[in-house]
């Protein structure tokens, strides 16, 4: 996972790539190993992404294609047009 465009190639030219969208679960036991490491990990570090941590730890992340009809809801305006969309 990345906030940066990947895959990359040799020419850093970026080809093709999965959007994320997120629904987290998590066990006991994982998110107690996660609050144990009080400073980021490395990678968390550089990208800021909270999964990479449980990546670093030694814990495999199940993702599941979905729709690519998704929408990004990031400001307000975003959640109004998906209320609107929802409605209709």
């Known amino acids: 996972m990345s906030r940066s465009p990947i895959p990359s190639n040799k020419k850093k030219q970026f080809v093709k790539a999965w959007r994320q969208v997120c ?9 107690k ?23 670093e730890l030694g814990y495999q992340i199940k993702m599941l294609r979905m729709s690519n009809k998704s929408m990004a809801v990031d400001t307000k305006e975003d959640l109004v047009k998906v209320r609107k969309l929802v409605k209709n």
């Open 23 to 31: 629904i987290y679960s998590f066990s006991y036991h994982s998110l």
């Open 33 to 55: 190993a996660y609050t144990l490491v009080k400073k980021k990990t490395p990678l968390e570090s550089i990208e800021d992404l909270e999964s990479n941590r449980f990546l």
